[in-house]
């Protein structure tokens, strides 16, 4: 686990500065809409790393 979050390190913190940045824009110009949007957001996020962490598991076990 820790070997895929070294080698994916620049994208997470890519993606978290992208949500923080597009949580404020959205809390300036939606008011209280934009929680329900962060939960989905984050939400498909973190199914989405899943996935890639077990292809990324089952490509380590074959080589």
């Keep these: 686990m820790r070997e895929y979050l070294e080698e994916n390190k620049a994208y997470h913190l890519s ?3 992208a949500v ?3 949580y404020i824009v959205a809390k300036v110009f939606a008011d ?10 984050l939400g498909f996020f973190f199914v989405a790393e899943l996935v890639k ?6 490509e380590q076990k074959e080589e």
């Design 20 to 22: 923080i940045i597009g």
């Design 15 to 17: 993606f978290l500065a």
């Design 32 to 41: 209280g809409a934009v929680n329900g949007l962060l939960l989905w957001v």
């Design 53 to 58: 962490f077990i292809v990324w598991r089952i």
